[in-house]
């Protein structure tokens, strides 16, 4: 399963006021493992930020002069997702923004729902923590993701934060990326004395079995049905 973890940053809150996007970021996973590959440009919205977005990302229009604009790096952009499914916090908004920015587009283009699925990270967390704050930082500290550098928002940045969060959340990564450093051969793998005997095996009770099999109900519907736990054949 291939997705995308996608952010934008733009040049304020308002659709209706003519605000573009500025920033877009964008990491791939494949079957629940980054895979490195990425998609990150900048923008030149060819008009005034907004103060207060400029307070949050720190993007001025001066930075912005010389990127390419949103028409130059819409192929490539597209060609990036297409097919994959979309992962983004609070995605009404980029979404509404990157579609605005595609009806700007000369000739007909489908909007992104169209080219990709699209799993709304924010409302996933409202359902596994009602009640309680689910923005990037929150979620970060909820599921002991290192945000230290995140001072200012930024569209590579959050996506990388929001891919590991969105990992922990569900799950956790299907595959372990050790260094070499980390790596140990059966030459230098310590060996561990077992004692003798057969191990106790304690039995779950119903109300751990409930608990257990509600998980999995998550995890399966934040990731498009998939459960790596239930699709094991049995021991």
């Known amino acids: 399963m291939r997705q995308i973890i996608l952010d934008t940053e733009t040049s304020g809150l308002e659709l209706s ?35 207060g977005a400029l307070a949050v990302h720190g993007l001025s229009r001066e930075r912005l002069k010389g990127e390419p604009r949103f028409v130059d790096v819409a192929a490539e952009f597209m060609d990036f997702v297409a097919g994959a499914e979309l992962v983004i916090h609070n995605a009404a908004f ?8 595609i009806a700007r587009l000369e000739g007909e283009h489908p909007p992104l729902g169209n080219l990709c699925r699209v799993l709304d990270t924010l409302a996933l967390a409202r359902e596994l923590h009602p009640g309680q704050r689910n923005n990037l930082d929150a979620l970060c500290k909820r599921y002991g993701v290192d945000n230290s550098s995140r001072d200012l928002h930024g569209a590579l940045l959050d996506a990388r934060i929001l891919a590991e969060v969105y990992l922990a959340m ?17 030459a230098t793998a310590p060996v561990v004395a077992r004692p003798a005997g057969e191990l106790p095996i304690i039995e779950p009770t119903a109300t751990e079995l409930a608990a257990h099999e509600a998980l999995l109900d998550r995890i399966a519907k934040a990731s498009g049905g998939r459960c790596l736990f239930r699709d094991a054949p049995a021991a």
Do not use: K, M, W
């Open 17 to 51: 006021a003519g605000h573009r996007v500025i920033e877009i970021g964008c990491v791939e996973i494949v079957n629940r493992r980054l895979t490195g590959r990425h998609f990150h440009r900048y923008l030149d919205p060819e008009r005034d930020i907004d103060p």
């Open 170 to 186: 569900t799950g956790g990564q299907s595959a372990l990326e050790l260094g070499e450093s980390r790596t140990r051969t059966a």
């Open 94 to 101: 980029d979404v509404g923004f990157l579609n605005a920015e």
